[in-house]
Structures are given as structure tokens and as C-alpha cells.
């Protein structure tokens, strides 16, 4: 990667297209540098549209899914992250809990979540794709710009250097 978010923090806070993500995520995944255009995922509790959407070939995206800050199942588990990565998915942002750690530690992806559960979530195929979402002080947009490293996730609505 070619940037930190401290050096952009340094170079755009302050601008009106630029937000900086409350520090609530912890890391998973082999690549702690990740960037792309968003798309977004509101569900809760539930991830069929999770796995419809990263079923789809992209080119540096990024999953931001509001799970509704659920503690009580996984979103993402090893098989979706794999899907993801196969996909050309960049990172996946969860605001809700994620299984399958260890083996997803391992993984060329970028990964940011609450916490962990061993739960999988449920099956009933509800939620909704590409709307605007909203949590850990972020307005999270389709199309958006994110970049993700070791000192935190920064969204900005158009591309930073």
C-alpha cells in the first residue's frame, strides 16, 4: 500500500469529505492495509446478502456491512472471507461479529469487526444493499472511498494521495 491514514489524516482532516471512524474495530485478517470504493450492506443477524454480494468479481472494493452492532452471531465466517478474496474483495468492514479467526488470520484480506462469536447467523435472506449507513461516527455511502491500516479506517467521497 501506498499510504497511511496518519499521513492522510495529516494531509485532509478537516475537509468536508472526510471522516474518521471511532476506534471500536479490532483486526482480523493477513492484510492490516486496505483501500477501495464501498459498498454497503445493511442486515441484521443474517447473512445470505452477505454472501450474494461478495459473490460478485470486483476490482478494489470494499464490504461495509452494519450488522447492527450484533454481539449475538457471526456475519462473516472462513467460507466468506475465502469467497471474497476469490472475488477480488480488498477488505470487509463488519459492525457486528465475525467466526472462523484463526483460520481467517491467515488470509490475504483485510478484515475489521467488533468482536468474534462462534454462532453462524441466521438464514431468513433480509436486508438491503447500497443505502446509506451510519455507525461508529461515520456516514458510510456507496461508491465512497475507504482506507483501512493498523491506526484506523478513514472514509472520504473522493479518492486521497
Request: charged fraction near 20%.
Amino acid at each position: 500500500m501506498t499510504f497511511t491514514t496518519a499521513n492522510l489524516c495529516d494531509a485532509h482532516s478537516g475537509e468536508d469529505h472526510f471522516q474518521i471512524a471511532e476506534p471500536l474495530f479490532l483486526s482480523y485478517g493477513a492484510n492490516p492495509f486496505f483501500s477501495g470504493q464501498i459498498t454497503t450492506l445493511k442486515t441484521f443477524e443474517d447473512n445470505v446478502l452477505v454472501r450474494s454480494v461478495l459473490e460478485e468479481k470486483v476490482q478494489k472494493r470494499v464490504l461495509v456491512i452494519d450488522g447492527g452492532g450484533s454481539h449475538r452471531c457471526a456475519l462473516v465466517d472462513i467460507n466468506l472471507a475465502t469467497l471474497a478474496i476469490n472475488n477480488g474483495w480488498q477488505g470487509i468492514i463488519v459492525y457486528g461479529c465475525i467466526r472462523d479467526s484463526a483460520m481467517i488470520a491467515r488470509l490475504p484480506i483485510g478484515i475489521r469487526a467488533l468482536h468474534t462469536h462462534p454462532l453462524r447467523s441466521h438464514k431468513k435472506d433480509r436486508g438491503d444493499r447500497d443505502l446509506l449507513v451510519t455507525f461508529a461516527g461515520v456516514n458510510f455511502k456507496k461508491d465512497q472511498f475507504l482506507y483501512a491500516d493498523s491506526d484506523g479506517i478513514i472514509v472520504s467521497a473522493t479518492m486521497l494521495s
